[in-house]
């Protein structure tokens, strides 16, 4: 995924208090960012552009995930993603897939959440029937990690600027 880098200039002419709660302030707002972002992903699967959900059992929506990771020399970084179990097909619905003959029984339990099918034969035909469709088209790439990201970048000077703001204020060095 791409990499959104924030620079703050003049700190080095910023007293120790200021400093201090600048970098507080950057690194709550890497945590509000990295939140935003997971809810983002989140949207985008429960109301995406296409208008047809990307959710059906719920299982990829439990497994978005966010966290903030220490990095060398700077507050850290960001990273929203798909933890296990839906981790484990999250990057083939982001980005779709080529046709391929998918196992039916990896399909079970979507079609009998999609279609509303408790026999265990039918729905085994259902999902012969949809991995036939994927062997011929494959499957539309969803995106919600990319359009997610879209939207968080315009949003994410906003969302510094006032934890920023905030940590300023708490430290007791606003504007009086």
């Known amino acids: 995924m791409p990499a959104v880098q924030i620079t703050i200039v003049g700190l080095d002419k ?3 208090a200021v400093r201090s709660a600048v970098f507080s302030g950057a690194r709550q707002g890497l ?3 990295a939140k935003r972002g997971e809810f983002l ?6 109301h995406p552009a296409s ?3 990307v959710v059906a059992t719920g299982v990829l929506l439990g ?3 966010s966290e903030v990771r220490e990095g060398p020399g700077t507050i850290g970084h960001a990273v929203v993603f798909a933890q296990p179990p839906g981790g484990d097909y999250a990057g083939f619905v982001e980005a779709g897939t080529r046709p391929h003959f998918p196992p039916p029984s990896a399909l079970l339990l ?6 509303g099918v408790a026999n265990e034969k039918q729905a085994l035909s ?3 029937a949809v991995a036939r469709g994927i062997a011929k088209r494959g499957t539309q790439a969803r995106r919600m990690f990319e359009n997610a990201f879209t939207a968080l970048e315009g949003q994410l000077g906003g ?3 006032a934890a920023i703001s905030r940590a300023i204020e708490a430290a007791g060095l606003g504007k009086t």
């Open 31 to 33: 945590e509000a960012a």
């Open 41 to 46: 992903v989140q949207e985008n699967m429960l």
């Open 159 to 161: 969302i510094f600027e």
């Open 63 to 65: 497994s978005i995930a």
């Open 126 to 128: 259902i999902a012969f």
């Open 14 to 16: 910023a007293s120790a």
């Open 110 to 115: 979507w079609v009998k959440k999609r279609f």
């Open 51 to 53: 208008g047809r959900p």
